[in-house]
């Protein structure tokens, strides 16, 4: 099957339910009895696959992941309990006191203050550059780099990064590439193909169906030699390429217990099934409402990265093709201009997440960027007059219509 939708609806699950159901149960049960001694002693050396205690594993949470595989192509997949819990547990994974991350310092708030603050108490330092030079990221690399992350679209910033040269750069040092993708659907977006060794998702975001439940992946593609890290080296010379996967399993994901919920898994394999159509109808609906705002004489930029005079439009399109995600921003005059913006809507929703199938605006400088340290306000350099705008499921002509009246 090559339809993405295809793919997630009739993914089989690993055993057949009992009574036939084709939505995968709740198993909202803590723990799983077993038969004999012996039997119970396989599934916890995990030699068998059986469940044994949901913050491990869990039939319906499995399930989700086996869709999840068949969307993305990853080789393995790991459901957690939110995107930071995703990103927080790749780096437990591969990074240790003394390692060093390779990034931007235009990632989201929460992301840049787990690579910048809490990090650091560990011992592992952030290294932040230019992602857009690849001279520039090649300068921070050393013997202690333990990745290079990067957003394939960097939320609020809107940056592209072409990640064929960062993949081949990082490769060439040795170095996974590490990306989030929440952004962009896998119908548009094959990680693999562009050299993504691990991929980190809030599914909290287009994947949940409307902001139902809160939750993360990480897609391990199983693209890299892990035999010169540090912290894998070893479980790779039993494990090879699966030595990521091993211990963020076998060690790390158990001993944090951020694994996602059965009931959060539930709600988001349907939402997973509407998934391509959702994401196709609200990009191209961004993308109207961009040409819109851009019409407008009171707005001063309008950034999306599917308008054609987009500084990053030819290399998005070649990354991620037609369509673009359902986030953009465009700025006021002012912090003030953007409050008394924000205060007349009355259609679009005054709300933190993206791509709900509602509306949603917020002003990041005040808000997501709102507790940070002044000196380290402007290392984000999110602009106190720009506004972000994930575009929902209404009709784009009543948002033209409310953004109208509210300027």
């Known amino acids: 099957m090559s339809d993405i939708s295809s793919k997630i609806i009739n993914q089989r699950f690993r055993r057949k339910d009992t009574h036939g159901s084709i939505s995968m149960p709740i198993y909202s049960s803590a723990a799983f009895e077993f038969d004999t001694a012996e039997i119970m002693e396989d599934a916890f050396l995990g030699k068998s696959g059986e469940h044994y205690y949901s913050r491990v594993s869990n039939p319906t949470v499995e399930a989700f992941e086996e869709h999840i595989k068949a969307a993305s192509g990853a080789a393995d997949v790991l459901a957690v309990s939110s995107g930071m819990a995703a990103i927080s547990n790749v780096f437990m ?22 690579l910048y603050v809490t990090l650091k108490n560990f011992g592992v330092e952030v ?39 960062l993949s081949a750069l990082a490769h060439s040092k040795n170095v996974p590439l590490v990306a989030d993708s929440t952004v962009i659907a896998w119908d548009s977006f094959n990680a693999k193909r562009l050299g993504v060794d691990l991929e980190v998702v809030s599914s909290t975001k287009y994947i949940s169906g409307g902001a139902t439940s809160i939750g993360g992946l990480i897609l391990d593609h199983q693209t890299f030699d892990w035999s010169k890290s540090p912290v894998l080296g070893t479980i790779a010379k039993g494990l090879g390429k699966k030595a990521f996967s091993a211990r963020l399993k076998g060690e790390i994901s158990r001993n944090m217990g951020a694994y996602m919920s059965p009931q959060t898994a539930y709600m988001q394999s349907l939402g997973l099934e509407t998934l391509d159509l959702r994401f196709k109808h609200c990009s191209e609906a961004t993308l109207q409402l961009a040409e819109y ?54 259609l679009i929703r005054r709300a933190t997440n993206l791509f709900d199938n509602k ?17 380290l306000k402007a290392m984000v350099n999110v602009p106190n007059n720009m506004l972000r705008l994930s575009v929902g499921l209404e009709n784009v ?10 300027l």
């Open 93 to 114: 994974t591969i990074a240790h006191s003394g390692a060093n991350i390779v990034t931007t310092s235009h990632l989201f708030g929460n992301t840049f203050s787990l």
């Open 397 to 406: 002509e009543d948002l033209k219509e409310d953004i109208r009246q509210a």
């Open 293 to 346: 705002l851009k019409t407008l004489p009171r707005i001063r930029e309008v950034n999306y990265t599917g308008l054609p005079d987009n500084p990053f439009y030819a290399l998005a399109r070649e990354q991620f093709g037609k369509y673009q995600g359902a986030m953009l921003t465009f700025s006021l005059d002012d912090q003030a201009a953007c409050f008394a913006f924000l205060n007349r809507l009355k």
């Open 359 to 375: 509306s949603l605006i917020i002003h990041p400088s005040s808000t997501i960027y709102g507790t940070l340290r002044p000196e």
């Open 127 to 165: 290294r932040f550059c230019d992602m857009l030079d690849p001279d520039d990221v090649a300068r921070h690399i050393d013997e202690n780099t333990c990745a290079v992350f990067v957003e394939i679209i960097t939320n609020p910033h809107l940056e592209v990064a072409d990640l064929k040269a």
